[in-house]
């Protein structure tokens, strides 16, 4: 199914992606296709920290284009004021100092070398990054997922910026929590959805709330936690 956003240049074409992308890793899908690269392309300038799902779904897509492109072909995305992305497109990213240029420029376009254009700082923190890979010896770092998390309190008297702070205190390492906000159940009570970032290798969900969240002293306020949406990054 095609998914359709408005200016993604204004404060709310902004929230709506991130709203979006609250609960998903890609634009379409369960890996980075030209959907994602169709609205990278639309934005001019990254998503600022105020956007934290936007953000953190560009800077993922900004290092893929980096790395090895984008290949896979989605579902289908259209962007107000901006035309389809094309196979060419896809084959060939452009690179961070290319948008936004002037769309009158007389340079040949099959004669354009896009990664030409990055700066010679990026070219070796590329060449230090492939190198460390290979010198290490290690087997290769775990991939990362994106998990939503609700998280029901005992009553409508529970006091749900403590819960929120109880949560938040747990730290392990390859956790990062996320955005959060108060989600009506009924009967006054509110529940906790909160997204987190897990490296796979690291941190196990289920351990994490049978044996972090749910135990004293956090389960003073928290009843249960419920896994709403998993997703691979």
């Not at 109880?166 to 509110?190: C, F, H």
């Not at 002293?217 to 998993?230: G, L, T």
Request: proline share 3%.
């Amino acid at each position: 199914m095609a998914v359709s956003f408005a200016n993604l240049n204004s404060a709310s074409g902004l929230k709506n992606l991130d709203e979006y992308l609250l609960t998903r890793s890609y634009i379409t899908g369960y890996q980075a296709s030209k959907d994602d690269l169709a609205v990278y392309t639309a934005l001019s300038k990254p998503p600022t920290s105020e956007y934290v799902n936007a953000a953190r779904w560009y800077n993922h897509i900004d290092a893929l284009l980096r790395i090895s492109g984008v290949s896979a072909e989605g579902s289908g995305v259209t962007v107000e004021g901006f035309a389809p992305i094309t196979e060419e497109a896809v084959a060939t990213p452009p690179a961070e100092d290319s948008k936004g240029a002037a769309a009158d420029e007389d340079e040949d376009d099959d004669d354009v070398d896009l990664f030409g254009e990055e700066t010679e700082e990026e070219k070796k923190a590329a060449e230090e990054r492939a190198a460390a890979v290979k010198a290490s010896g290690k087997k290769k770092e775990s991939g990362k997922s994106s998990v939503l998390l609700d998280v029901k309190p005992w009553d409508d008297e529970t006091d749900m910026k403590k819960l929120e702070e109880a949560v938040r205190s747990v730290e392990m390492e390859g956790l990062l929590w996320g955005a959060s906000k108060l989600v009506p159940v009924g009967y006054g009570i509110k529940k906790l959805q909160i997204m987190l970032t897990i490296v796979d290798d690291l941190v196990s969900v289920d351990t994490l709330i049978e044996e972090r969240l749910t135990v004293e002293p956090i389960n003073e306020y928290v009843q249960s936690c419920d896994i709403v949406a998993f997703n691979k990054i």
